[in-house]
T-cell receptor, first 117, second 114 residues
């Protein structure tokens, strides 16, 4: 089945440690995204990648880093510089305009809930 | 700037219709979306509407778009307990490069009363 997987579902870390969240897709999508969701708030874009080996900062990139070495994978590292890392993190992908699909819709993974104490 | 606004809560009786409203600010939006998020899960695309349409119906879902007022609504007919979720309105801008930028509202939590 095609889809997006995020692991683990729950992650606990001590303050000051870096942590990497996994995101994998087998939809053959060009574009991938990371969002952060806090209670009662919408999704805020952290980073996005249009194509392999390329990525851009979103609205709240400070304290985060990403890599896009493979089309299928877009891991997010939450560094110790992120002041308030506890949140629900969502990964998404979209075909991208390179595939001429017009709707620009994004497909989401199930999310990872990160708790830092 | 870009903004999508929706009310935070809606409570309806089982079997009634639910109407979730949304306003957006950017008149250059290409597509407008409704996503559903069940507890502890990712977002699932429910439906979308292209900005040159004013209505789209898909089984129990009806989307109405008033482009003049920049107002989008989602009507769920015969609301069931399984419709309990957070509903996000979103707009996509004219695409830049090959990735789409989608702006999400803060979500409306729909609860169903027996």
């Amino acid at each position: 089945d095609g889809g997006i997987t995020q692991s683990p579902k729950y992650l606990f870390r001590k303050e000051g440690q870096n942590v990497t969240l996994s995101c994998e897709q087998n939809l053959n999508h060009d574009a991938m995204y990371w969002y952060r969701q806090d209670p009662g708030q919408g999704l805020r874009l952290i980073y996005y990648s249009q194509i392999v080996n390329d990525f851009q900062k979103g609205d709240i990139a400070e304290g985060y880093s990403v890599s896009r070495e493979k089309k299928e994978s877009f891991p997010l590292t939450v560094t110790s510089a992120q002041k308030n890392p506890t949140a629900f993190y969502l990964c998404a992908s979209s075909p991208g305009t390179l595939n001429q699909l017009p709707t620009y819709e994004q497909y989401f993974g199930p999310g990872t809930r990160l708790t830092v104490t | 700037g870009e903004d999508v606004e929706q009310s935070l809560f809606l409570s309806v009786r089982e079997g009634d219709s639910s109407v979730i409203n949304c306003t957006y600010t950017d008149s250059s939006s290409t597509y407008l979306y409704w996503y559903k998020q069940e507890p502890g899960a990712g977002l699932q695309l429910l439906t979308y509407i292209f900005s040159n349409m004013d209505m789209k119906q898909d089984q129990r879902l009806t989307v109405l778009l008033n482009k003049k007022d920049k107002h989008l609504s989602l009507r769920i007919a015969d609301t069931q307990t399984g419709d309990s979720a957070i509903y996000f309105c979103a707009e996509s801008m004219a695409p830049y490069s090959s990735a789409s930028k989608i702006i999400f509202g803060s979500g409306t939590r729909l609860s169903i009363r027996p």
